[in-house]
């Protein structure tokens, strides 16, 4: 398994190309619930439900992307993901 973290710029790329809008999609979805399940486990709270629709987190997770596209997509999903979970 390829374990090569894949940069913004390629996220966007791909997106605009219009190549892996679906995978992107459900990629992200999956981190987003491991990260979830992670946290479950390590406090015993489920903070899975705090997080926004699937659609409005691949908007925000573009958007970073966007202005951030040196960082990882690993690393722009999860501080999205803390933000949302710190927020509530």
Known sequence: ????????????????ANLSTVVQREWVYGYLSGLSDARQSQTGKD???LLPANEDIVSKLNAH???HPEDSVNKAARELFDRWVEQR
């Open 65 to 67: 992307c966007e202005t």
């Open 1 to 16: 398994m390829d374990m090569t973290t894949r940069p913004c710029s390629g996220w966007n790329t791909a997106r605009k």
């Open 47 to 49: 903070v899975f439900s």
